[in-house]
C-alpha cells in the first residue's frame, strides 16, 4: 500500500484511482511489463456499484475509483470493478488490479 493519507484505509490495499480526465483516454495504468498479464492462483472478479467501490476502495478526492485490489496475503484475493465502465475501460482497469496481484505497487 503506497498512497499516502487519506487514500490509505484497512480496507485498501490496493487501489487504482484515476483522474477524471483520464478515463477517456485510459491513460492510467503504466503497469511495468513485468507485472502484466493473468496472475497465478486464485482470484474473484466483483463487478460492484459505485457505493460499494467508496466502501471498498476508499474515496480519493478529485478522482475517480474505478476499482480496486484486496489481498489478505492468506490468498483470499478480490478484484473490485466499478460496475458499469466501457469494455475498454473495464479492461484497463482489470489490467491495472491484476498486476498488482502480480505484485506491482504504485505510489
Ligand atoms: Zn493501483
Not at 44 to 70: E, W
Amino acid at each position: 500500500m503506497r498512497w499516502a493519507a487519506p487514500y490509505a484505509s484497512a480496507a485498501c490495499l490496493f487501489c487504482s484511482a484515476v483522474q477524471a480526465a483520464s478515463i477517456e483516454g485510459y491513460a492510467f495504468g503504466d503497469v511495468p511489463a513485468e507485472f502484466l498479464g493473468e496472475p497465478v492462483g486464485q482470484y474473484v472478479v466483483n463487478h460492484v456499484s459505485a457505493r460499494l467501490i467508496d466502501i471498498m476502495c476508499g474515496v480519493v478526492p478529485g478522482r475517480v475509483v474505478l476499482g480496486c485490489t484486496l489481498d489478505d496475503g492468506k490468498n483470499n484475493r478480490v478484484i473490485f470493478v466499478k460496475e458499469g465502465l466501457s469494455p475498454a475501460v473495464e479492461a484497463a482497469v482489470l489490467i491495472h488490479e491484476k498486476a498488482h496481484l502480480n505484485g506491482w505497487e504504485h505510489g
